[in-house]
C-alpha cells in the first residue's frame, strides 16, 4: 500500500468528523441566516420570502444607525488601545517570571473569569450608581455637590469591558513573550543596544503574533459582549450587538439578521487592519 496514500486517508479521516461537525452546525446556519437577511419583514412569521435589499440599505442610510456604527467602533478601539497599554506591562513583568511565578500570576488573572459577566456587571452599579460608592466618596469629601449617575454612559461600559477582557490580552502576550529567545536580547546589549532601543527593535516585533492574536480576540469578545453593554449602558448607551438584540425581541427577524452581518463584517475589517498594521507574518520571515 503507497504510504503517502495512507497517510491521506489518516489526515482525512481524523479532519473529517470535525468538519462535518462544522459544516452542520456553523455553516449552514450561518448561511440559513444570510438568506433570511435578505428576506421581507413579517408580522405573523419568521420571514416573507421576498427577497429585499431594504434590510441593508436602511442599515447604511438611516443616520441613527450609522451613529451605532461609529459608537461601535469607537468603544471597541478604546478598549483594545487599553487593554494593550495595560496589559503590555504586565505580560512583560509575567513574562521574565519563573515558570512557577508566571502560572500563578496567569492563575490569579484568570479568576475573576470564573465569576458570571452578570455578576462582575452588577457589581458595577454598587460602585458607579448614583449612591455607589464613586458618587458617595466625591460628594463626602465635598468634590461635588449632590450624588451623580455615572452608569449608561460611554466611560461605564468601556470600563466594564476593559475589566473583563483586559485577562485575555494579558495571556496572549504573555505566552508570545515568554517563547521570545532571550539571546536576541542579550544580541542587541551586546551591540550597544539601550533598553529602549532594544525593546523597539526586537522584543516588541517579537512579540507581533501575541498582539495580534490579543487585540482580535479582545475584538471579537467587545463586540459580542451583550450582557456588559446592555446592563452597563442601558437604553441611553447602545451599541450595534444591543441593536441585533432589539429587533430579535420585536420579531424583526431578517434586521436582525442583516445587522449581525454588518456586526461580523466589521469585526472582519477589523481583524485584518490588525494583521496589516501589527504584521504578525514578520516572526516567521514571512513578510
Same mark, same amino acid.
Given at each position: 500500500m503507497n504510504p503517502s496514500l495512507s497517510r491521506n486517508s489518516l489526515a482525512w479521516a481524523v479532519a473529517l468528523p470535525p468538519l462535518i461537525i462544522l459544516a452542520l452546525f456553523f455553516v449552514v446556519p450561518l448561511g440559513y441566516l444570510l438568506f433570511i437577511s435578505f428576506m421581507t419583514n413579517s408580522a405573523t412569521s419568521l420571514f416573507d420570502v421576498q427577497p429585499t435589499l431594504a434590510n441593508y440599505t436602511e442599515i447604511f442610510s438611516d443616520s441613527f444607525y450609522w451613529l451605532i456604527i461609529q459608537r461601535t467602533l469607537l468603544s471597541t478601539a478604546v478598549v483594545l488601545i !487599553?487593554? !494593550? +497599554? !495595560?496589559? *503590555?506591562?504586565?505580560?512583560? *513583568?509575567?513574562?521574565? +517570571?519563573?515558570?512557577?511565578?508566571?502560572?500563578?500570576? !496567569?492563575?490569579?488573572m484568570m479568576v475573576p473569569l470564573m465569576v458570571s459577566n452578570v455578576v462582575r456587571a452588577y457589581g458595577w452599579f454598587a460602585i458607579l450608581g448614583r449612591r455607589g460608592v464613586l458618587s458617595g466618596t466625591l460628594t463626602g469629601t465635598g468634590i461635588i455637590e449632590r450624588p451623580v449617575q455615572y452608569l449608561y454612559s460611554f466611560e461605564a461600559v468601556t470600563l466594564g469591558l476593559l475589566t473583563i477582557l483586559l485577562p485575555f490580552m494579558v495571556v496572549s502576550l504573555t505566552n508570545s513573550l515568554a517563547t521570545i529567545d532571550k539571546h536576541y536580547t542579550e544580541a542587541a546589549h551586546s551591540l550597544g543596544a539601550g533598553p529602549w532601543r532594544t525593546f523597539l527593535r526586537v522584543t516588541l516585533p517579537l512579540s507581533s503574533p501575541g498582539i495580534a492574536s490579543g487585540l482580535m480576540l479582545v475584538t471579537f469578545l467587545a463586540l459580542s459582549a451583550y450582557v456588559s453593554i446592555a446592563l452597563l449602558g442601558g437604553p441611553r448607551y447602545k451599541l450595534l450587538v444591543s441593536m441585533v438584540f432589539d429587533s430579535v425581541s420585536t420579531f424583526r427577524w431578517p434586521r436582525a439578521a442583516a445587522l449581525s452581518f454588518v456586526l461580523l463584517l466589521i469585526a472582519f475589517i477589523i481583524a485584518i487592519v490588525i494583521q496589516l498594521v501589527v504584521r504578525p507574518q514578520r516572526v516567521q520571515g514571512k513578510a
Open positions: !487599553l487593554c !494593550l +497599554l !495595560l496589559g *503590555y506591562p504586565a505580560a512583560f *513583568y509575567a513574562a521574565h +517570571l519563573s515558570p512557577r511565578g508566571r502560572l500563578i500570576m !496567569l492563575m490569579i
